[in-house]
């Protein structure tokens, strides 16, 4: 037989954050007590309210494919949110919605990159990033942050990475995998910067409603003079628990770009499921005081794992401002026992005091590997007790 698989295929690697869940997953239905830390998503139930409107939906028949790049009632309600949030106006049409904010991205990368054109991503990233890039064709241009800078970037080593291929710059704030939220005279530095080079800027703004400290979220299109040169994509997986639903868009007033996105996705997926976006319309419209419910455990949650790292000897995290994670630095304990890097570390925790947590690397970092606080208190406590045990262990 020929070469079975495309080059494309044969060189994209699994996402790292699911293959530890489904890892973690096999032990506990073999009876194992596992402790995890790797969810990237809420573990609340869908409230009531929504997972009532996707009944509703079904029982009104609505079995049948919509508009591709989602119903009249869907767009309007997401432009409706991004105004009465932040101001933002857009019309439905300048508003593509995908079966995830991943597909957007994928839909988005697909319609923006020609082979070779490169974008700018700081790590840590989110481990899709640059492989969905490659898959594109594209190079990902990854700018190093420090850790003592809470990974946040520096403006000057932004723009020296960019060169003539530099197509866009793509930021994710607040951050997975280290839940900084970036500072407005950084996003304002990035808006000179695309103002400065022609750049389009894609803002992931997936966990704009999980903020903690009373800190208050900015678009990076409500930048002056930044709407239209901003992508902004978004979804309710994390604000409203609704990651099965798949549900996910893009916004842009770059019309051309919707409609070539909106194209990839009529010949690949179609529209997304029709009783999906119902709930969706009824997430954006409804009620929001889930929302809030669910924000002000998670910052409880992020007040215990933070106090719990700062009594654990020789790790630490930068504290996360939003989204559900703490990025763990666990450089102390490399070179014992075999432990040379983020994979050897999140196995060694694994297979010693059965915890699941996800490797750094993936995300652009050997030092770190990845908690998800989207857990109860109790499995929080128990998880860092195993890994003081495991790394104490460790002499
Ligand atoms: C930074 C970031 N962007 C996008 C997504 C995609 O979310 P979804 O496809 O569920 O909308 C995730 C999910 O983990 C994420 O962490």
Known sequence: ????????????????????????????SQGVDVVGFGAGEPDFPTPAHIREAAKKSLDRGETFYTPVAGTPQLRKAIAARFLVDYGLEYKPEQILVSCGAKHSLYNLFHALLEEGDEMIIFAP??????????????????????????????????ESSITSRTKAILLNSPSNPTGVLYPQSLLEELAKLAEKHDLLVISDEIYDKLLYDGLKFAPFATLPGMKERTVTVNGPSKTYAMT????????????????????????????????????????LNGPQDEVERMRAIFEKRRDLIMAEIDKSEGMFSVRP??????????????????????ATMAQYLLESRNVACVPG??????????????????????????????????G
């Open 125 to 158: 990233y989110w481990v899709s990033y640059p492989e969905m890039m490659e898959l594109a064709g594209a190079k990902p241009v990854i700018v190093e942050t420090s850790e003592d800078d809470r990974f946040v970037p520096d403006p000057g080593r932004v």
């Open 361 to 394: 690397g993936p995300f652009g970092s050997e030092d770190h590997v990845r908690l998800s606080f989207a857990t109860g208190e109790e499995t929080i406590r128990k998880g860092m007790e195993r890994i003081r045990e495991a790394c104490q262990a460790l």
């Open 244 to 283: 099965g639903f798949r549900i996910g868009w893009l916004a842009s007033t770059q019309l051309a770009l919707v409609k070539a996105a909106t194209n990839i996705q009529s010949q690949s997926t179609s529209n997304p499921t029709s009783t999906a976006q119902a709930a969706a319309v009824e997430a």
């Open 321 to 342: 401002d939003g989204a559900f994670y703490a990025f763990l630095n666990m450089t102390q304990f490399y070179g014992k026992k075999g432990i040379s890097d983020s």
């Open 1 to 28: 037989m020929k070469s079975l698989l495309s080059q494309r295929a044969a060189h994209l690697k699994p996402s790292a954050t699911l293959a530890i869940s489904t890892k973690a997953s096999e032990l506990k």
